[in-house]
């Protein structure tokens, strides 16, 4: 699924101090306050790399995480998609 479409299909919600990912990515100091927010409703997507490929893995993850986003839309736990 691109980002384009997981986007729209999720209601990603934009960062006011955004610029990566057009404005929606939150790196992992400024998204504290929304992972307080939206934890266990299933809005949490941590943007991962890993072997040189980048996915969306819904929840909050640790490992190989480069930040998150925050949607509208819950999703099931565990959802991975590469963009």
């Known amino acids: 699924m691109s980002f384009e479409k997981w986007k729209k299909e999720y209601k990603a919600i934009k960062n006011e101090n ?4 057009d404005g929606y990515y939150f790196g992992t100091e400024e998204a504290i306050d929304n992972i307080k927010k939206y934890k266990g409703r299933g809005k949490i ?3 991962i ?3 040189g490929e980048m996915f969306l893995v819904s929840g909050i ?6 930040g998150y986003f925050f949607t509208r839309k819950s999703s099931n736990y565990n959802k ?3 963009i």
Do not use: A, S
Not at 18 to 21: A, L, R, T
Not at 61 to 66: D, G
């Open 61 to 66: 993850r640790f490992v190989n995480r480069l």
């Open 18 to 21: 955004g610029e990566i990912f």
């Open 45 to 47: 997507w941590t943007l």
């Open 49 to 51: 790399e890993e072997e």
């Open 80 to 82: 991975i998609i590469k």
